[in-house]
């Protein structure tokens, strides 16, 4: 349903893929006193590179990972429904925090515990649905 799961923070030019892994470092969720780990990902091309999916592999995680248009093995995907909307409404319900959406912080606990609201307060209205 798009729940969000676990965040980093980081600088404005940051690429995407570098996150990948602090981000999977973050990700937590118990269930009978185990700690789980996600068994797919759906990320998009930018991720597509052959360093990101062994440290996947060695994770044992799956991947669905579209190809890049100059791919010269394409690996062959499953066809996906469209889930892409789930993500950006995901985006779009932090984007409704203010103080979130554009910091104006200056100590990154500030803005962390701003962020740490803001996603306790998404979760909650999730469950209250």
């Not at 890049?68 to 499953?78: C, F, G, L, S």
């Not at 409404?89 to 912080?105: I, L, M, Q, S």
């Amino acid at each position: 349903r798009g729940a969000p799961v676990a965040f980093v923070i980081a600088p404005a030019g940051t690429h995407d893929s570098k996150l990948l892994f602090p981000n999977l470092r973050n990700f937590r969720i118990l269930r009978n006193s185990k700690v789980l780990k996600p068994e797919i990902l759906s990320l998009d091309k930018a991720y597509a590179n052959n360093a990101i999916k062994d440290k996947l592999k060695k994770r044992n995680i799956r991947y669905r990972i579209p190809n890049k248009k100059n791919a010269k093995n394409p690996e062959w995907i499953a066809p996906l429904n469209p889930f892409r909307w789930t993500v950006e409404r995901t985006f779009a319900w932090f984007n409704a925090f203010r103080a979130v959406k554009t910091c104006w912080e200056f100590k990154l606990k500030n803005y962390t515990a701003l962020f740490q609201i803001a996603f306790a307060i998404i979760l909650f209205r999730m469950s209250c649905k």
